[in-house]
């Protein structure tokens, strides 16, 4: 068969989800044709997604080995590496690759960063926002496709006005209703909106996978529709048609997403919530759902979203109903079941590798240095990445006793073993978002340091929402530093500190979910109150005042 062939139907078993086939065919054509460079990159790709980092760095290679400007494999090359900590020459690579995107801006050519890596990406905010602008005007161009003629909108009319019924009607669009982060952390949201003023239409993108998230949200929500057969511009259609008023994307720039939906603008007010920390670039998605620490207004202009800040967090859990158990004071777990030493100091990071760069794990090597009888506990996430960071931290002089890395756990196991570190090091470049929230639910205390980007900032606006933030918020690399090493030196501090963080779980606002849920509802209805007054969306501050709600009459 020839390579050509090859290459395409492999890149059509990868689209549907079956790569180890996919790899196959693109061994095959490699074969036939060894200087392929597409079907190099191709396979790289494959790799990449089957977990298998180091053979796709291979393939990287060999295809820019064959074709030196090949602006794909030199932007995924670098993120594959990224993702198990090899740095070498990072900073011309970087510099390279945020020239290819500039040029490809230019020629108005979609980027080959995606907008979920340039989130974490050392690179210019303004960059990043135009790299989410043209991949938006992509998702316009696929919509346009489908030839749809412009949707009717429900009519502006303020819900329960003049005695008159009626809800506001409210979809959410998602891949994720299943066993992901955002259903660990959203599972009660749907079911827990106010049915007298609320109505709730969740549409799934991806199959139903049988878990008990998938099922808790289902029987939860008021609607639940699978839509996961169905193309994009019949889903359009029926968000249409079942009159929806605000349409929340909770997917954004991430696996499994059709932001072409929203392209066809089924609903009058288009809203980006959750799934993707930063800005869409998206002229139809009139607001983004964030708070005044991770989205100051003073950064306004890195989004092209109007900013809605709710109170306190605008990162939602759901750990108050599902992870009870975790506040039961009888640990099952001890140092020992993770290869922890019992004497030790252990600091701790569970973030992705990709997460990492040079200049934290720098940071980290001297806090562990400084530190007498110290060490750092790291996950295999990825496991390639291991050998790198050992490697790195021996030559800065670390002992290799005082690296310890363990696999990767079940949710409720993760959360409670967390408890069994002493202080969490959060990564500015790209900050723990879910894990920052499971680790401080175990009341395990951080220091994170935020920057400008919105994934930056979200473990600050985490730690602000237990109420004793500050003392986990430092504002440099130099202070990030000397805030580790003195909680580690002053171990009453640093006690008082977590009995604090542990005391405020039940009541503080990060972990109250039903609040929350108040919060964003009185968010949807300060949007549809501006959507009926005629004006055009604005960025607004929520109160916890019930004055935009509807009045029962």
């Not at 994307?249 to 991430?254: A, E, F, H, R």
Request: charged fraction near 20%.
């Amino acid at each position: 068969m020839a390579a050509d062939v090859l290459v395409n139907r492999g890149n059509t078993f990868k689209e549907i989800g079956r790569v180890s086939e996919a790899i196959q065919d693109y061994v095959r054509a490699v074969n036939v044709r060894p200087n392929m460079a597409e079907a190099h990159a191709n396979l790289a790709s494959a790799y990449k997604d089957s977990g298998l980092v180091e053979a796709a760095i291979k393939s990287y290679r060999q295809a820019l080995l064959l074709r030196p400007d090949f602006p794909e494999a030199t932007c995924n090359l670098l993120h594959t590496l990224q993702c198990v900590c090899n740095w070498d020459d990072r900073e011309s690579k970087f510099s390279e690759v945020e020239g290819i995107i500039r040029r490809q801006i230019k020629m108005s050519v979609l980027p080959s960063v995606q907008p979920f890596h340039a989130i974490a990406y050392p690179i210019d905010p303004n960059l990043a926002l135009d790299i989410s602008c043209k991949y938006a005007a992509h998702c316009s161009l696929i919509a346009s496709r489908y030839a749809l003629p412009p949707f009717n909108h429900p009519l502006p009319v303020p819900i329960k006005n003049e005695g008159g019924g009626g809800r506001l009607r409210v979809g959410y669009v998602s891949s994720d209703f299943g066993n992901h982060p955002l259903s660990h952390l959203m599972g009660s949201v749907f079911g827990m909106h106010n049915r007298e003023n609320v109505e709730v239409f969740c549409y799934a993108l991806s199959q139903n996978d049988g878990t008990e998230w998938r099922q808790r949200i289902q029987s939860e929500a008021e609607h639940f529709v699978d839509v996961s057969a169905m193309s994009s511009d019949l889903i359009a259609r029926m968000i249409n048609e079942d009159k929806i008023q605000i349409l929340i994307n909770l997917n954004g720039y991430t696996k499994g997403a059709r932001n072409e939906i929203f392209a066809m603008q089924p609903a009058p007010i288009q809203v980006s919530y959750m799934g993707f920390p930063g800005t869409t670039g998206a002229t139809y998605i009139d607001y983004l759902v964030t708070d005044e620490f991770v989205s100051p207004t003073r950064y306004s202009h890195i989004y092209s979203e109007k900013l809605v800040h709710l109170p306190h967090c605008y990162f939602v859990n759901d750990y108050k109903q599902k992870n009870r158990d975790v506040l039961d004071l009888v640990s099952r777990h001890k140092r020992s079941d993770y290869g922890l030493p019992e004497d030790k100091f252990i600091f701790a990071c569970f973030n992705q590798l990709y997460k990492m760069d040079p200049e934290i794990f720098i940071t980290w090597c001297n806090i562990l240095k400084r530190v007498p009888n110290s060490a750092i506990w790291l996950l295999r996430f990825p496991a390639a990445g291991e050998a790198r960071l050992r490697a790195y931290a021996a030559a800065q002089g670390v002992k290799p006793d005082q690296i310890i890395f363990t696999d990767v756990a079940m949710k409720n196991e993760h959360i409670r073993r967390s408890s069994l570190a002493d202080l969490f090091l959060d990564t500015p470049l790209c900050n723990a978002h879910t894990t920052g929230t499971d680790i401080l639910w175990a009341g395990l205390p951080m220091v994170t340091l935020p920057l400008e980007k919105m994934a930056t900032r979200v473990a600050g606006s985490l730690c602000l929402a237990t109420g004793v933030g500050e003392e986990m918020i430092v504002s440099s690399m130099k202070e990030y530093e000397e805030k580790a090493v003195s909680l580690a030196e002053n171990r009453p501090k640093l006690q008082a500190l977590t009995n604090k963080l542990k005391a405020a779980r039940l009541t503080c606002p990060l972990f109250d979910t039903a609040r929350w849920v108040k919060n964003l509802e009185r968010a949807y209805f300060k949007m549809w109150n501006l959507y009926c007054s005629g004006r055009h969306p604005q960025p607004f501050k929520v109160t916890e005042n019930d004055a935009e709600f509807p009045c029962n009459r």
